[in-house]
């Protein structure tokens, strides 16, 4: 069965935004471009709300027909456009780019998702990563946390009442000191890959 892998960047005080919505303190250099896509390019599809679908759309289409855009940034453009996409909106009415709408995180049609052929689920964003936590949705989370303190912003994870135990599946330190944090559900934690 395919997985549901939450792949997010936080700042070390644990914001994955700014109040204004900016990620210009994201280190994202050629080596973690490089591992993102290495990581992302074997996925089944990407999973995301509408906000942040629409921010890739803007970008990401045609980012490599850019001469700027070279190299791990100009490789990814493909993969996104390849790549399934399910964003989840209550009022998209249309999406373009190989995208399927879903209006609600309904966890029998998550796990109809997750029993299909084909590569993990990779998951974005922190109010559908919410959704998909309330349902106890998600295998694996995929931490990267940069080196800065924003102060304030959106959180990663919203205050619950729950416990979810994970186990340590792996960590890696890159050149620019970003640091990815990867843990799978705790009774996943037999499982390798």
């Known amino acids: 069965m395919r997985k549901i892998i939450l792949s997010m960047s936080v700042s070390l005080d644990g914001f994955i935004e700014r109040p204004d919505r900016r990620i210009d303190w994201h280190l994202v250099d050629d080596e973690l471009h490089r591992y993102f896509n290495e990581h992302l390019k074997g996925m089944g599809a990407f999973l995301s709300g509408r906000v942040t679908h629409e921010l890739m759309a803007e970008f990401w289409p045609t980012a490599d ?46 796990m109809a998702l997750k029993a299909q052929p084909g590569g993990d689920l990779v998951l974005s964003g922190a109010d559908l990563a919410a959704a998909f936590m309330a349902h106890d949705l998600i295998d694996e989370y995929r931490v990267y ?24 599946a792996g960590t890696r330190t890159f050149g620019n000191g970003v640091v990815l944090l990867h843990y799978r559900r705790a009774e996943d934690s037999a499982t390798t890959g």
């Open 65 to 110: 027909a850019d001469p700027a855009n070279a190299g791990p940034m100009a490789e990814f453009a493909g993969i996104w456009r390849d790549t399934p996409k399910i964003v989840f909106s209550r009022t998209l009415e249309r999406a373009d780019w190989n995208t399927t709408i879903m209006r609600d995180v309904v966890p029998e049609e998550i």
């Open 145 to 168: 946390v940069h080196p800065v303190l924003i102060g304030r912003g959106k959180p990663l994870f919203p205050t619950t009442d729950a416990t979810t135990a994970l186990r340590l």
